[in-house]
């Protein structure tokens, strides 16, 4: 018996450094049927490189024509494509993503892990498929879980779930090929090539301000920072970072409440050549501060509400809620204009970079 109970374990111990030492497919196409997903719905995923596809298809129940929706993935860029084949005219979104895209190799490594970890106990071998598995069972009294694992490709074949007497099939893998797809499976209809998504918050700060995005930080994102520091603004041109030479107003509201039920009423007059005036809760001028194009805020609170108003007739000031972000004792804060000429524009931190110091002034 314990020469059994040894040879057993070691065979796991085995089979568990074969899959860790594995690295899974890059090539392939999985055919799979997901119950989970309605009766009959079979999804098929595809993977050449950095290209993937996946490809849901429904049959027609209950009233609900067929469906058949196809997603291609640029892996590396983080970017998605989605649309119904069967549409005249393509009818196309184009998004992000980041982490796991539905890859069923990544979803195998939960059971190659629960195998590694003793969750999941051998029960037996099986071929499903023409695929010889190994069985694991496991779970809790209220729910099972049971997995046929084929080792070589380390690639969940059947996956079932669910109270021991009622177990429900989450997917079962009926076709594997690990060659090449087909190239025309990741080709975009012309209704999504041209279709490009909204760029991240850094290809923004990298647009604006003509530097390194990664260098840059949203002042508007919470929380504050724990420690303190002193915060210096500009007003710049895009692209270049030099400072403005247009003549520009702030206000501050350091005494802001996020808690307060009640919040405070802001007003804001606008001049003929607009100039603004601040009034309404905490909210005071501070321009005179202003010196060599530059605002010392001395230590402000983890947020404050900030104006800024670049003088410009017909436009007046506004009011955003700033946090308080501090990766230097002084920490540059830039209003970064869209337009040299114009009053919008895009307040960011600098992180990083020759812009993170304030100039020697």
């Known amino acids: 018996m314990r020469l059994?109970?040894?040879?057993?374990?070691?065979?796991?111990?085995?089979?568990?450094?074969?899959?860790?030492?594995?690295?899974?497919?890059?090539?392939?196409?999985?055919?799979?049927?997901?119950?989970?997903?309605?009766v009959g719905t079979v999804t098929t995923i595809y993977r050449n490189g950095s290209k993937a596809a996946i490809e849901v298809s429904s049959p027609a129940q209950n009233g609900t024509p067929a469906h058949t929706a196809r997603t291609v993935f640029d892996?590396?860029?983080?970017?998605?494509?989605?649309?119904?084949p069967a549409d005249s005219p393509i009818n196309c979104s184009v998004g992000r993503f980041s982490g796991d895209w539905g890859d069923p190799f990544q979803?195998?490594?939960?059971?190659?892990?629960?195998?590694?970890?003793?969750?999941?106990?051998?029960?037996?071998?099986?071929?499903?498929?023409?695929?010889?598995?190994?069985?694991y069972t496991g779970g809790t009294q209220e729910m099972s879980i049971k997995a046929w694992f084929d080792p070589k490709t380390r690639l969940a074949i059947k996956e079932e779930i669910g109270p021991a007497a009622k177990m429900s099939t989450m997917l079962e893998t009926t076709k594997v090929s690990l060659a090449a797809p087909e190239a025309g499976i990741f080709e975009l209809p012309a209704a999504c090539a041209s279709l490009k998504p909204l760029p991240t918050e850094t290809e923004k700060f990298a647009e604006v301000t003509g530097d390194d995005g990664a260098n840059y930080a949203n002042p508007f994102v919470g929380p504050g920072s724990a420690n303190?520091?002193?915060?210096?603004?500009?007003?710049?041109?895009?692209?270049?970072?030099?400072?403005?030479?247009?003549?520009?107003?702030?206000?501050?509201?350091?005494?802001?409440?996020?808690?307060?039920?009640?919040?405070?009423?802001?007003?804001?007059?606008?001049g003929t050549d607009g100039t603004s005036t601040f009034a309404g809760g905490g909210l005071h001028e501070i321009?005179?501060?202003?010196?060599?194009?530059?605002?010392?805020?001395?230590?402000?609170?983890?947020?404050?509400?900030?104006?800024?108003?670049?003088?410009?007739?017909?436009?007046?000031?506004?009011?955003?809620?700033?946090?308080r972000k501090c990766f230097a004792p002084v920490t540059m804060l830039y209003w970064v204009l869209n337009d040299p000429n114009g009053a919008d524009g895009d307040m960011v931190y600098a992180k990083a970079g020759k812009y993170a110091a304030a100039p020697a002034k």
């Open 4 to 38: 059994s109970c040894l040879l057993l374990s070691l065979a796991i111990v085995a089979m568990t450094q074969v899959l860790s030492a594995q690295d899974a497919p890059t090539a392939y196409t999985i055919t799979q049927s997901t119950p989970m997903s309605g």
């Open 287 to 323: 321009t005179s501060q202003i010196h060599n194009d530059m605002l010392r805020i001395e230590n402000p609170p983890a947020y404050f509400n900030l104006a800024i108003n670049v003088v410009t007739p017909g436009h007046g000031a506004g009011t955003g809620l700033v946090y």
């Open 75 to 84: 892996l590396a860029g983080g970017k998605s494509w989605s649309w119904n």
């Open 228 to 270: 303190s520091c002193t915060i210096v603004l500009r007003v710049v041109n895009p692209k270049t970072m030099a400072p403005s030479t247009r003549r520009w107003q702030a206000a501050i509201d350091t005494t802001y409440d996020q808690n307060n039920p009640n919040p405070p009423h802001y007003e804001y007059g606008v």
């Open 107 to 135: 979803s195998a490594t939960e059971i190659a892990d629960g195998i590694a970890k003793g969750e999941l106990k051998p029960a037996g071998n099986e071929t499903l498929h023409g695929i010889s598995t190994n069985v």
